[in-house]
């Protein structure tokens, strides 16, 4: 869910940039380490973030009738990691403020913060987790994207809380203010990205073993740098 | 995309990228420092105009991109506008009325309308391309411009991809229910992950075979008269700031 | 210099997943020459083509490049790439950069060569394929031959003296591959030798001084094409022979022979030319 450009207070955009700064970093850092090791992951990271813009431009089947988009971060996040993907996401913000005004420049670094990290981080733990618990693949996948998105929106609607505290309740008021007018749309899109994100793994687990292997970072030998 | 179409084509495809950047901060800041609503309005307005007089961006094109960015900044300004009542008795959801509260509102919407002006004056007038160039003399790391580089190139391969595809799928009534539509979907997308895969596969051979074994590096071009550009886009952007803070 | 400017010895190769994609390839590649490489589909085209400049190690055998052996050390490597520029299939998977300008420039800024001389090769470069006008539309908006040639200018600006093309004609309209041969001819002419995979085998027969047909990872016949392009197991091999030398050939079961002047049509155009030159010979006996 993004926030608009220039709607979050200059002390708040630039607080959200500061606390998405390190992560970014991180990140970079990562994706620098895997391209020394493997040098084609350049190529890869780079496409997928392409595919992660032109996902997110893809219209989603809804249930209760309103169109929605996929977010890819439960899907980029179980394929890519979570750490890639703060900088994946990075661009991918940056590029629909830009090609779509959609986001902002301003409010770059507080999109960042819940789309790109907070999702990403979200969707592994889970991802994890319920596969530690040894819940069947298919449900951690769902679970693992619905909940991300879930953890996302919640994370925009205590940004904005935070930004715009009710007048007598304050934060907690504003934050359930947001919480339930974002549920609206919200909660759908969370489970039809659920379900895609489950409809897509399977497909990939069924006909694409073989490179659902080679996510897990193994280089086609063979070739030289 | 509509930001594209004018990009490559307006007045000032040709001015340089770092003038037009600075113009547009100046404009963000400008939007930022504007405290009362004349302000506001005063600075959307100039940078209204500078982009449909100054880089002749046609009217009609400019509020077609705009639109989007527009009904979704009504939409979060209703989300301020509504406040939640606990326990009280009557509707759970109440309209603001305080005064001061409103014109907090106005204020939001005023700077966010502002900061949209200043972000289409720069994406309406310059290719990607040359943002990603004057991110590099910014010095923004270089892995972080290759993944830019990169998604600008692929993201047109991939989505007339995803077109053929969708139109492959219609053709044999692929989505003419919710649960084909979304196995349909599903398939599409994880035929498209593959496709990462590949492609990055054969960019990669296609970048070793022409001695590339690092950052992706291009020749930057210069523009022409940058200097004069640069100059008075920097004057222009005081005056803005200026004006911005000084109107009360 | 010898004529040889590359040679296989005896090169296999074998996937990571196994297939044999090349077994005991012997070629040669000879300077200034316009070579086609003609094959089934996975006859091993491809595969061989990427072991010329280096992209794929054999398991076993050897290259040489003006009869040096391919060293495999990354100065190796960058001497022989800048030698050999290689022009993939698929545009879209080797244009890197939106700006067309900037794309072309890529391969000469790999090479570390100083501003003014990148900037002079990508303006030659550009003018060659005939696409100068065209250097500020951005990649996507260009047609799928445009784009190809974009890709052969990318490479040209390398100033190789090798370049190898994997099928350029294919998804290429009637005018689109004339203009490309025109390209190819016109850089010929300036001294870089031509290698060339394609499945049209009426283009190889017209253009190429050479022709290496490849079967199972191997070689099966090489020579200029009017004497092996004829040949029943290279027919065979390819599935059917020229559509000029089969015409050819029903006209001398006419009794028309249109050796005349010892010279063989190869095109359309000499074979028009031909069949004209015969008909006014009957005409004023
Ligand atoms: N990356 C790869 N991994 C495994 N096997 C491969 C790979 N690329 C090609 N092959 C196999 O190697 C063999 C030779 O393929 P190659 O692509 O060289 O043929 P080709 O002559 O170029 O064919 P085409 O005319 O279809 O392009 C084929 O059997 C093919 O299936
Ligand atoms: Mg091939």
Known sequence: MHIMEGFLPVTHAIGWSIASAPFIALGLRSINKKISEHPEQRMLLGVAAAFTFVLSALKMPSVTGSSSHPTGTGLGAILFGPTALAPIGGVVLLFQALLLAHGGITTLGANIFSMAIVGPFAAVAIFRSATAVRLPFGMSVFLAASLADLMTYLTTAAQLALAFPDATGGFPASFAKFVGIFAITQIPLAICEGFLTLVVMNALVRFNARELQEMQVTPRSGVRA | MLTEQSAYTNRWRWVSPTAKGIFTCSGLVAACAATSPRASLLVITLLMATAIFGAGIPITHYLRVGAPAMLFLGASCLSLLVTLNFGSGGSPLTLQSNPDELSRIVHICGRSCACLAALLLLTLTTPLSDIISLLRRCRVPDTLLDLMTLCYRTLFVLSAAIHETLTAQSARLGHSTVTQSLRSLGGLVANLTIQVWQRSQALHIAALARNNDGALRFLEYPFARSARHITLASGAGITLILLAVLIP | ?285
């Open chain 3, 1 to 285: 210099m010898s004529d040889a400017i590359i040679r296989l010895e005896n090169v296999s190769y074998r996937y990571p997943d196994g297939t044999a994609a090349l077994t005991d390839c012997s070629l040669t590649i000879n300077r200034n020459k316009r070579t086609a490489v003609l094959g089934a589909n996975g006859a091993g085209k491809t595969t061989m083509f990427l072991h010329l400049n280096g992209i794929l190690q054999p398991s076993s055998g050897r290259l040489f490049r003006d009869d040096i052996p391919f060293e495999y050390s990354r100065t190796g490597l960058r001497k022989l790439r800048s030698k050999v520029g290689m022009v993939f299939q698929n545009p879209d998977s080797q244009l890197f950069s939106a700006s067309v300008q900037e794309d072309v420039s890529f391969g000469p800024m790999n090479l570390g060569l100083d501003t003014t001389t990148i900037r002079r090769r990508v303006a030659e470069a550009l003018g060659a394929v005939a696409m100068a006008g065209l250097a500020d539309k951005p990649v996507h908006n260009l047609s799928y031959g445009q784009k190809k040639r974009v890709c052969i200018a990318g490479v040209l600006a390398m100033e190789p003296e090798v370049i190898i093309l994997d099928e350029p004609m294919a998804g290429l309209d009637a005018a689109m591959q004339e203009e490309l041969t025109a390209v190819l001819e016109r850089l010929h002419a300036g001294g870089i030798t031509i290698v060339i995979a394609t499945h049209d085998l009426d283009f190889a027969y017209g253009w190429a001084d050479q022709a290496l047909v490849m079967q199972s990872g191997g070689l099966l016949a090489h020579g200029t094409p009017e004497d092996i392009l004829l040949r029943p197991e290279v027919g065979n091999a390819l599935g059917t022979i020229p559509q000029i030398a089969e015409i050819i050939h029903s006209l001398s079961l006419l009794g028309i022979d249109l050796r005349g002047n010892g010279y063989l049509p190869r095109t359309r155009n000499e074979l028009v030319a031909a069949i004209a030159a015969v008909t006014t010979r009957e005409d004023t006996p």
